[in-house]
């Protein structure tokens, strides 16, 4: 049976070395500040978001929610982008995805100044990612999926590593740490083109699976005692549930866990892990604005 990596217990982990970074910044007079901007009413984007906020307030950081209405305006979302850039008090930017279908996304992404793209998502980040150069910001979740490997001392050094997945928020970044060096995996990235993806995956001594399919990956696309990174958030209904729906990864976790090393569940795995990447993230970018 794999061994749970317990991607709560991680992710306490990060936090309480957050709550030690905040002290020491208020020390010297410096309180991080992150701001979520949020348009349009999507259900599950205002929990992302209030959960932001609790955790900021949690770890003693300064929060500040700006929602705006759906029908706002590109020009009204980069306003307050631009007005927040501006704003001593903030050191970390967040514009919560998905916008609504008016808004151009990319655009409001590169409105945000690079040095409080706490999402990492800027291309000036996703270049000093490409280069490794650590100033950059690392996307939060896929940063979390590399503390998590670390945390459950599993070997990259020359291990096969197989993403399933290429988005830009998680495939394609989880890759490039995977393969930096330092970690010096060797990196597969499949996705929905990819032929006899069971196979590709049988390859990987770490498989991460970040597909948007819930129970995608089956016991038999996992090699014998891998490890296994299931990034999915997947609702699917569940009339025996309370809510009417339960939550589960891309990966099928009963019957993996059976071939699987080491696995994380969901949920409690990459997600708490995202959150406290973000905390970490802002703390960074008020370290470096306050240097
Ligand atoms: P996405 O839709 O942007 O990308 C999905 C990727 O999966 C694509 O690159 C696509 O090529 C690949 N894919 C789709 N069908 C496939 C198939 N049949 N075979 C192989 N590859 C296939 O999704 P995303 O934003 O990268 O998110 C992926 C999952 O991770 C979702 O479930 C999302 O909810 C979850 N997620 C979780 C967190 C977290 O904090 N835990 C954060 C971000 C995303």
Known sequence: MAKLIDGKKVAEEVLAECIQETSELKGRGV????????VGEDPASKVYVNSKARKCEELGIYSEKIVLPCDATQEEVLATVRRLNHDPAIH?????????PQINEEEIVRAIAPEK??????????????????SGF???TPAGCMRLIQAAGVETKGAE??????????????????????????????????????????????????VGIPEFIQADFIKEGATVIDVGINRVEDA???RGYRLCGDVAYEEASKVAGAITPVPGGVGPMTIAMLMKNTIKAATVASQ
């Open 31 to 38: 309180v991080p500040g992150l701001a979520v901007v949020l």
């Open 161 to 210: 590593a197989v993403v399933v997945g290429r988005s830009m928020i998680v495939g394609k970044p989880m890759a490039l740490l995977l393969m930096a060096r330092g970690s010096d995996a060797t990196v597969t990235v499949a996705h929905s083109r990819t032929s006899d993806l069971a196979a590709v995956c049988r390859r990987a001594d770490i498989l991460v699976a970040a």
């Open 92 to 100: 970390g930017i967040l514009v919560q995805s998905p916008p609504p």
């Open 138 to 140: 690392v996307p939060c």
């Open 240 to 242: 025996s549930a309370k």
């Open 117 to 134: 793209d706490v999402d990492g998502f800027h291309p000036e980040n996703v270049a000093k990612l490409v280069l490794e150069d650590p």
